[in-house]
């Protein structure tokens, strides 16, 4: 998993400290894209009535981003 946040971190993708409402996903993503993040929360808004799965997307990134600030533990050999 670490891996994962790794990769994530390195494009830019973490999830802030401030100016989140629920996990900063949404306010990592409008900062990854320079955005407003009120765009991004109405986009999902918008995508809940859709048929598909944003909750799942959600979920999904709330786990894989990681928060901003995170180091990746260090490699054990």
Same mark, same amino acid.
């Given at each position: 998993?670490?891996?994962?946040?790794?990769?994530?971190?390195?494009?830019?993708?973490?999830?802030?400290?401030?100016?989140?409402? =629920?996990? /900063?996903?949404?306010?990592?993503?409008? !900062?990854? #894209?320079?955005?407003?993040?009120?765009?991004?929360?109405? &986009?999902?808004?918008?995508?809940?009535? =859709?048929? /598909?799965?944003?909750?799942?997307?959600? !979920?999904? #990134?709330?786990?894989?981003?990681?928060?901003?600030?995170? &180091?990746?533990?260090?490699?054990?050999?």
């Amino acid at each position: 998993m670490d891996g994962v946040r790794l990769a994530f971190a390195r494009s830019g993708l973490s999830r802030p400290q401030t100016g989140r409402w =629920l996990a /900063g996903v949404c306010a990592g993503v409008a !900062a990854r #894209l320079g955005i407003d993040a009120w765009i991004v929360r109405l &986009v999902l808004i918008a995508l809940l009535v =859709l048929p /598909g799965s944003p909750f799942l997307i959600y !979920a999904v #990134l709330w786990v894989c981003m990681p928060p901003q600030g995170w &180091v990746p533990p260090a490699r054990t050999s």
